[in-house]
């Protein structure tokens, strides 16, 4: 079973909850009885910033604030793919959301530390990492806040994947026309809005190419795991492919 886990990253339910739901009923269209899929939304959650005490690189990698951090923390963990959908915030990611990634990627550091004795190192996890981003207004952070997902995609050892040429070139993206209602995009795509026609294509494609590069890596994690054993850097990929 490929799980797909889909981050809505917005304070309320939304546009960008919107917008994943479309991605994830396309990623489980492909093939239902591989696919699981299931929308996270952040609204209500609490996930308090860093406090950089480092305590969690000599715990196992266990954070020493206990809030929702940790239930999001295993579900990402156990995923084989993430989907975040997010709203702009001052043209970058909204503050809970990176208090979330902030903590994720150090604690894996204590989390692995076993695998890499006497190193800093963090696996490759090989998970596949989509980004949907959505604001009020045109030219106003939506690729800086995919860029932003990207990079963490890559620190986390994950495998970036963007949707179809030509409506997702780095993620999909969408706005609003200026509206901040919390439908906004549900309205134009009634009004028959090109840009949330394209943001919606965007979306679905998405969710297509996230499942079908997961299985790509799946099969052949599988098929070379021999090889790939050999090196710590890929366990807890294969401990995962392997459930
Ligand atoms: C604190 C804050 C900052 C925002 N910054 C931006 C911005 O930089 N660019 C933009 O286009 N929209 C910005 N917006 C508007 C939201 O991105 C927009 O209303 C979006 O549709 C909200 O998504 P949601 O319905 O999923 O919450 C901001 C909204 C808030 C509350």
């Known amino acids: 079973m490929i799980k797909v886990l889909g981050i809505c990253g917005s304070p309320r339910k939304g546009n960008s909850h ?93 989390r692995y530390a076993e695998l890499f004795p006497g190193e800093s190192k963090l696996p490759r996890t090989l998970k596949v990492i989509a980004s949907i981003a959505q604001g009020a207004h045109l030219f106003s952070g939506q690729e800086h806040t995919i860029t932003d997902l990207i990079n963490h995609a890559l620190m986390m050892g994950c495998v970036p994947v963007t949707g179809d040429m030509w409506e997702a070139y780095i993620g ?10 919390r439908n906004a995009l549900e309205k134009k795509e009634e009004d028959g809005s090109l840009s949330t026609r394209v943001a919606l294509r965007g979306a679905e494609s998405i969710g297509i190419r996230t499942v079908e590069l997961a299985m790509i890596l799946r099969a052949g994690g599988i098929a070379h795991s021999a090889r790939f054993r050999k090196d710590p850097v890929y366990t807890p990929f294969l401990r995962r492919i392997q459930e």
């Open 18 to 110: 919107y917008l994943l739901e479309k991605s994830l009923s396309a990623a489980s269209r492909i093939a239902p009885d591989e696919v699981s899929t299931e929308l996270y939304p952040i609204k209500g959650k609490k996930y308090a910033p860093c406090i950089s005490c480092f305590k969690c690189g000599d715990q196992r990698g266990e954070c020493v604030i206990q809030d929702d951090f940790q239930e999001l923390r295993d579900k990402w963990l156990g995923a084989d793919a993430v989907i975040y959908s997010v709203p702009v915030y001052h043209m970058g990611i909204p503050a809970q959301l990176k208090a979330f990634l902030d903590r994720l990627g150090n604690s894996c550091f204590g």
């Open 172 to 181: 999909a993206g969408a706005w609003t026309h200026n509206e901040i209602d």
